[in-house]
Every structure is written in structure tokens, then in C-alpha cells.
């Protein structure tokens, strides 16, 4: 298997500003003037995008329980829904049409395969393995997703890292787009799992309600959500990203720390709350399920757009 350089969700930036912002160095008096920041804008390379229909096949290593595989399957079911003209607004789906703005048409996602298994390489994973975990599917039309339990550590997971997405050759020489997320709720749910747990730095507010009552799963499914959209509109590395190729800003990872109106550094913005769980949310799914999901950068504005 050739192996070509992997995209890594660098949900850190946040954790950055907050460690900067004023009053962490008091010995020096600044003055501080209002910045118009320079615009996001994520230039497409001429290169392929994961358009029509895209299938999705799931490798779970670990133990998850059928109540978290359920949250994460809900979650991919509901970005394509069938028999509609166009998505409510405030679901999983509206939030995911924004991709069919890169190069003006859809990319269906439907759930494919799925395997699960039971620590065969042990407890430590490599990126290497990841990739080599990925093969067992299918590589036509397909983003192989590996989602690794909450006791399994993978190479640079929580040091810069809470998802990745690349791209590979499998049989034949075929390349076909993977992508890997991890549970970070026994690791390092301050920097992957938030606004779900505090961060690990800057002001410590009450974190918000996990959605589906899982702070690791809950957590997945917002850097699964940042790896797919990454994975589709970026797979071969000619898509739209923003900086170099190796570490680029893409889709959702251009928007961190966004999922609501008003935010900033330390706060997600203005999410719903559910009456009776008393959970946050601004997307709703299949089977009734609420999600917290990324701001998405809308290539037609160049902003990142919240779906709160």
C-alpha cells in the first residue's frame, strides 16, 4: 500500500488564542485596537472532489456499545436523506447541503460496510496501521473510516490531533479517501470532546450538555463531521484548502471553536437547548437524535457559516 501525506483536524487554534489572550503576559501594558480579520478563503487546486454518490464504510476497533455505534450511524444517516427536495433547515442534512456549494453539486453519502474488531493490532495504533485497517473495504467511491474506543491510543491523537483524513492506494493502485476519529473521553476530552467537557486552558465555563447523553461520542461526531466534509471536498489533495498541503485549513477546520451566532474563543456562540434533556444542539437527525455540528465555510459568502 502506497501511502500519500495525510490531512490531520487540528482542533488546538482555539486552546491557542485563549492561551494568548490579554492578561496572560500583564508585565508589559498593550493597547488594544479593534482588526478587521482577513477573510477565510479556501482556493480550489483543479483537482477531483467525492461528488454523487459516496458510500461511507465503517471499521469500529474497540469497544463501543450499540447505543454509540446507533448515535454515530443515526449521524451519517442523516446527512443524505431520501425522498426530499431540500433539507429542513436546522438539520443534520441543511448543514450538509453547504457542500454540494464546492464545484455546485451534491455528494450523497449513504452508510456502507461495517466491521467491527476487537484489538487484533493492540491498544496503540500507528498511522500506518490506520491506513492499513482502511483496505479491507471497498475503494470506489468510498471514504473507509476507521472510529477507534475511548482506550485506544493512536499516533499524535490529543498532542495535535482528534481526527485525520487522507488519502491512499489500495489494489490495483486505486486511490481512495480514508478518514480516522477517535472516543477522546478517557484521553483527552478537553482539547477533542469539547464544548462538551472544559478546555484545558483559558476560562473554565460550565461546559455544555452532550446532545445524546455521550461526551466521547458526542465529541466524535463533531470531528467526524470536520474529517468528512474534509474528506469530500479535499480527498486527493487538489481540493479547496486554505495553507500548505500538509497542514491545511479545509471546510470545517477553517471555522474551529464555531457552532453558533456570536462566537468566539472560550464560547461555541448561540446553540438550542432541548426543554427537557437540557442538552445543546443546532442539528436535528434520524430517529429523532439532536447533534452539535462545526461551522462550515460557504464558498459562495467565503464565511463560516453556523447552522445556529
Same mark, same amino acid.
Given at each position: @500500500?502506497?501511502?500519500?501525506?495525510?490531512?490531520v483536524?487540528?482542533t488546538?487554534?482555539?486552546?491557542?488564542?485563549?492561551?494568548?489572550?490579554?492578561?496572560?503576559?500583564?508585565?508589559? %501594558?498593550r493597547?488594544?485596537?479593534?482588526?478587521?480579520?482577513?477573510?477565510i !478563503?479556501?482556493?480550489?487546486?483543479?483537482?477531483?472532489?467525492l461528488?454523487?454518490n459516496?458510500?461511507v464504510? /465503517?471499521l469500529?476497533?474497540g469497544?463501543?456499545?450499540p447505543?454509540?455505534?446507533?448515535?454515530v450511524?443515526?449521524?451519517?444517516?442523516?446527512?443524505?436523506?431520501? +425522498?426530499?427536495?431540500g433539507?429542513?433547515?436546522q438539520t !443534520?442534512?441543511?448543514?450538509?447541503?453547504t457542500?454540494q456549494?464546492?464545484?455546485g453539486?451534491?455528494?450523497?453519502?449513504?452508510? &456502507?460496510?461495517q466491521?467491527?474488531?476487537?484489538?487484533?493490532l +493492540?491498544? #496503540?495504533?500507528?498511522?500506518s496501521?490506520?491506513q492499513?485497517?482502511t483496505s479491507?473495504?471497498?475503494?470506489?467511491?468510498?471514504?473507509?473510516?476507521?472510529? *477507534?474506543?475511548?482506550d485506544?491510543?493512536?499516533?499524535?491523537?490529543? @498532542?495535535?490531533?482528534?481526527?485525520?483524513?487522507g488519502w491512499?492506494? +489500495?489494489?490495483?493502485? $486505486?486511490?481512495?479517501?480514508?478518514?480516522? !476519529? &477517535?472516543?477522546a473521553?478517557?484521553?483527552?476530552? &478537553?482539547?477533542?470532546?469539547?464544548?462538551?467537557?472544559? %478546555?484545558?486552558?483559558?476560562? $473554565?465555563?460550565?461546559?455544555l450538555?452532550?446532545?445524546?447523553? =455521550? !461526551?466521547?461520542?458526542?465529541?466524535?461526531?463533531?470531528?467526524?463531521?470536520?474529517?468528512?466534509?474534509?474528506?469530500? *471536498?479535499?480527498?486527493f489533495?487538489?481540493g479547496?484548502?486554505q495553507?500548505?498541503?500538509?497542514?491545511?485549513?479545509?471546510?470545517?477546520?477553517?471555522?474551529?471553536?464555531?457552532f453558533g451566532?456570536?462566537?468566539?474563543?472560550?464560547?461555541?456562540?448561540?446553540?438550542?437547548? =432541548?426543554?427537557?434533556? &437540557?442538552?445543546?444542539?443546532n442539528?436535528?437527525?434520524a430517529?429523532?437524535? #439532536?447533534? /452539535?455540528l462545526?461551522?462550515?465555510? =460557504? %464558498?459562495?459568502t467565503?464565511?463560516?457559516?453556523?447552522?445556529?
Amino acid at each position: @500500500m502506497v501511502a500519500n501525506v495525510r490531512f490531520v483536524t487540528i482542533t488546538f487554534s482555539l486552546f491557542v488564542l485563549l492561551a494568548i489572550l490579554p492578561g496572560s503576559f500583564s508585565a508589559i %501594558p498593550r493597547k488594544l485596537a479593534l482588526v478587521k480579520p482577513e477573510p477565510i !478563503v479556501l482556493k480550489y487546486h483543479k483537482g477531483e472532489l467525492l461528488k454523487g454518490n459516496t458510500t461511507v464504510n /465503517l471499521l469500529w476497533y474497540g469497544k463501543f456499545t450499540p447505543s454509540q455505534r446507533a448515535i454515530v450511524v443515526d449521524f451519517l444517516k442523516s446527512l443524505s436523506p431520501t +425522498g426530499r427536495r431540500g433539507p429542513p433547515p436546522q438539520t !443534520v442534512a441543511s448543514w450538509w447541503s453547504t457542500t454540494q456549494k464546492y464545484l455546485g453539486s451534491p455528494s450523497t453519502i449513504a452508510v &456502507g460496510k461495517q466491521v467491527s474488531l476487537n484489538y487484533p493490532l +493492540g491498544k #496503540e495504533l500507528k498511522d500506518s496501521q490506520i491506513q492499513a485497517l482502511t483496505s479491507k473495504f471497498s475503494h470506489v467511491n468510498t471514504v473507509n473510516l476507521v472510529l *477507534t474506543a475511548s482506550d485506544v491510543a493512536v499516533e499524535d491523537f490529543c @498532542m495535535n490531533s482528534c481526527g485525520t483524513h487522507g488519502w491512499t492506494r +489500495g489494489r490495483k493502485a $486505486q486511490k481512495y479517501a480514508y478518514a480516522w !476519529v &477517535g472516543n477522546a473521553v478517557s484521553q483527552c476530552p &478537553g482539547e477533542c470532546a469539547w464544548p462538551f467537557h472544559r %478546555p484545558i486552558v483559558g476560562p $473554565q465555563t460550565p461546559p455544555l450538555v452532550a446532545p445524546n447523553g =455521550d !461526551v466521547g461520542i458526542d465529541g466524535l461526531v463533531i470531528n467526524l463531521a470536520t474529517v468528512l466534509a474534509g474528506a469530500v *471536498t479535499n480527498p486527493f489533495d487538489g481540493g479547496y484548502f486554505q495553507g500548505p498541503p500538509t497542514a491545511p485549513l479545509e471546510a470545517v477546520s477553517a471555522c474551529t471553536g464555531i457552532f453558533g451566532s456570536g462566537a468566539y474563543p472560550g464560547f461555541p456562540g448561540t446553540v438550542l437547548v =432541548d426543554k427537557t434533556t &437540557g442538552a445543546s444542539y443546532n442539528a436535528r437527525g434520524a430517529n429523532g437524535r #439532536e447533534y /452539535l455540528l462545526p461551522a462550515m465555510w =460557504d %464558498p459562495k459568502t467565503s464565511t463560516c457559516k453556523p447552522l445556529a
